[in-house]
Structure formats: structure tokens, C-alpha cells
């Protein structure tokens, strides 16, 4: 059972009410996050086709997301389930237009059912206790020839990165997932590569471009301390990202899924 302090949702999904303060530390805190929020800065306008067309940011968190979007033109409606992390968000985005709505992803069909031209669902899948389901629903959203953001915890690098902490008999048991418990931030539903490709093709949507989110970074023993070795790490990123063999081993995966324009003509 999860802490009741710290309680799961009805549909066993983790939330991050109480936990925005560890949530803003753990994953955006230090150098892993700057790397993460650079790595997305160039590679979000490499991936998708934008020209200010709305969107809409699902778990949108702190929103950081929703800021990068609305400082390039974008009418963004954030939705996030955290009342306190949408607070949060409503701080940050303060000097932006953004329209803040608390929902979880499964309530988006009624609440946002666009079709929306452009969707962005980072690091929310793996904290969910249906991301198949989920993934469904955010194809559903999209409008024919729309575009999904899709941002997700790599349960492969999650084996890997265990196998490099010593932590061998978690691994031979394939112990990978978070129970949710306290304030544990190891997401519940890892994903691998195959369960995207698979569940994107269940529901129409083509893979579009791919690339990994910290593909050396959360290996090295120790982590680059001069900034000139952030600037070279940064750079052995940006060079492999998106290169093969390279990009299954991100700590994240990051996809640009499209539905095909020709439903509109089916």
C-alpha cells in the first residue's frame, strides 16, 4: 500500500500533491535537469513542425513546458492533476498567457477534447497505472495531421543504470517499478521502446522521429564538475541523441507521434 501521506489516485495513478519541493529538487534541481531542459530546447524545434498552432501540455508539472511553448507564440492550455503543482506552474508562468486547467489525462476527453493540432505529454506516462490506456486517449485528442510530444521513462535504461549500481538480484528479478511509496520519485510504469512502437501503432499514430534524453549523463561515475565538462557532456549528447544504438540507452525517450491527415479523407 502507498503512503497515506502521499496516497495514489483512485485509478492508481501517483500525483505529486505534497511532493512538488522533492518533485523540483530531484529532477530539475541539478545538472541532470538543466542537461534534460537543454537537451529539449534544441531538439523540440528539431522534431516537430511548429508554427504557433495551440497546444496542449498534458501534466504539465511546474511548467516549464508550457513556458518554452508560449514564448515561441502558442496558445497553451496546461492540464495538470496537482493542485499544488499547478500553483506552481501558475508562478512560473507568470509573465506568459497560459490557461491552467486541473484535470488528470484521463478527464481530458470531456474537459479539452480539441482535436488539438499539438499535444505534449513529457514524463507523465510512467506515472500512471494504465499508460496504455493513456496513450489512447491522447491519440485521441489529436486532430488528423497533429502532432504528439511524447516524453517517457526508459525502462531499459532504468535496467542498465541498476546493473551499474551494483544492484544485480533487483535486475535478475526485473524488480524495476516505484511502488509509489513516501516521497520515491522511481516512476511506476517504465516504458520500453517496443510498448510505444506497439501501442502508437494500436491506435493509428506513426513514429515520427525518436531520440534519447540523456544517453551518457546518468552513467558516469562522477558527474562533470567545471563547465567546460558540462559543455563538452552537453555536446556528446546533442552529437548522439538521436543515433542508433545511442538513443535506446536515454535515460528518457522523447517521440514525435503523428496521426496520418489521411483519416480526415477515410
Request: charged share 25%; aromatic share 6%.
Amino acid at each position: 500500500m502507498s503512503d497515506p501521506a502521499f496516497p495514489l489516485s483512485p485509478a492508481g495513478d501517483r500525483h505529486f500533491d505534497g511532493l512538488a519541493d522533492k518533485f523540483a529538487a530531484s529532477l530539475y534541481g541539478g545538472a541532470r535537469g538543466e542537461l534534460r531542459l537543454a537537451l529539449l530546447d534544441r531538439l523540440l524545434p528539431e522534431m516537430l513542425d511548429l508554427h504557433g498552432q495551440p497546444l496542449l501540455d498534458v501534466g504539465g508539472g511546474l511548467g516549464q513546458l508550457a513556458g518554452w511553448f508560449a514564448a515561441r507564440g502558442h496558445a497553451v492550455t496546461l492540464a495538470e492533476p496537482s493542485g499544488e503543482m499547478l500553483a506552481r506552474a501558475r508562478e512560473s508562468l507568470a509573465g506568459h498567457e497560459v490557461n491552467l486547467l486541473q484535470a488528470p489525462l484521463q478527464a481530458l476527453p470531456e474537459l479539452a477534447p480539441g482535436p488539438w493540432p499539438l499535444v505534449a505529454c513529457h514524463a507523465v506516462l510512467e506515472w500512471l497505472a494504465d499508460p496504455r490506456g493513456a496513450l489512447a486517449t491522447l491519440a485521441g485528442l489529436l486532430a488528423p495531421g497533429g502532432q504528439l510530444s511524447l516524453m517517457v521513462f526508459n525502462r531499459d535504461a532504468l535496467r542498465l543504470s541498476n546493473v551499474v549500481k551494483g544492484n544485480l538480484e533487483k535486475v535478475l528479478a526485473d524488480r524495476l517499478e516505484g511502488k509509489g511509496l513516501r516521497k520515491r520519485l522511481t516512476p511506476i510504469s517504465p516504458l520500453t521502446h517496443g510498448q510505444v512502437a506497439a501501442w502508437s501503432a494500436e491506435n493509428g499514430l506513426r513514429i515520427r522521429e525518436v531520440a534519447g534524453i540523456r544517453v551518457f549523463a546518468d552513467y558516469l561515475r562522477q558527474p562533470p564538475e567545471s563547465d567546460a565538462d558540462r559543455e563538452r557532456l552537453l555536446a556528446l549528447e546533442q552529437r548522439y541523441c538521436r543515433v542508433d544504438p545511442h538513443w535506446r540507452l536515454g535515460r528518457y525517450l522523447l517521440y514525435t507521434l503523428e496521426r496520418p491527415l489521411e483519416e480526415a479523407t477515410a
